[in-house]
């Protein structure tokens, strides 16, 4: 058994009996070669249930602040990402895009399975947001397929001002692969990897029922810095 494995033996029935989940369509995933799951993004946890619901091993860009442990539900998700193996990435201008991608890549030329929040940063308000297009050049590049996957609940699990978590149920659904043969063989243009992340965006909606902003979450969430 690998360490993901044996960690993944842990940590699955903890979360599940901490925060009950309801999972569909687990069997889209293909059972080998590289795949990219594309989800929306609630809540800081949200690898984990990805993880925890998928049956292959998932690695995903993680931010190295989500390795915080200054309060106790911050430090059990920091320790169980860390047995899960995410890979960190740092957020200093002119690294992180770029180390991204090349650890991106190589988790996909490797054959494994690659976990994205296409919209870059968490939802401000529950809404879906715009598709960063490193998602659609991943995929064109790669020829991997796309898995959409739409979380729900986890938002409540700690609200702003809580210090304890709620143990509410948590829904994890996965798509069917988006089709994205209109764009293939064209990663290094600008218009298609807009157009195939839109439809790869409007795959997340359908599933999760989320309303969709044509906006980047980053830019209303700076704009809500300021007020």
């Not at 180390?99 to 296409?118: C, H, K, Q, T, Y």
Request: aromatic share 6%.
């Amino acid at each position: 058994m690998s360490l993901y494995g044996a960690a993944k033996v842990v940590v699955a029935p903890a979360t599940r009996m901490m925060w009950p989940q309801h999972v569909e369509g687990a069997h889209h995933v293909p059972e080998s070669g590289p795949v990219i799951l594309a989800a929306n993004h609630l809540a800081l946890i949200d690898p984990l249930f990805i993880g925890v619901a998928c049956r292959r091993e998932v690695r995903f860009i993680a931010k190295r602040e989500l390795f915080d442990e200054s309060t106790l539900l911050k430090r059990t998700v920091a320790r169980a990402l860390r047995a899960l193996g995410p890979l960190s990435v740092d957020r200093r201008p002119g690294q992180s895009s770029q180390e991204a991608m090349d650890n991106s890549l190589a988790v996909l030329r490797g054959g494994e399975v690659f976990g994205i929040f296409p919209e870059g940063t968490r939802s401000p308000d529950g809404r879906l947001y715009k598709g960063q297009t490193g998602l659609a050049w991943l995929a064109l590049t790669t020829g991997a397929p796309v898995i959409p996957v739409a979380l729900t609940g986890t938002e409540r699990i700690l609200r702003p001002g809580r210090r304890l978590p709620s143990f509410n149920r948590v829904g994890i659904r996965f798509g069917e692969p988006v089709d994205l043969s209109p764009w293939e063989g064209r990663a290094d243009k600008a218009r298609p990897r807009r157009e195939a992340t839109d439809a790869i965006m409007d795959a997340i909606a359908k599933l999760s029922g989320q309303d969709q902003v044509a906006r980047f979450a980053a830019s209303v969430k700076a704009e809500l810095e300021q007020q």
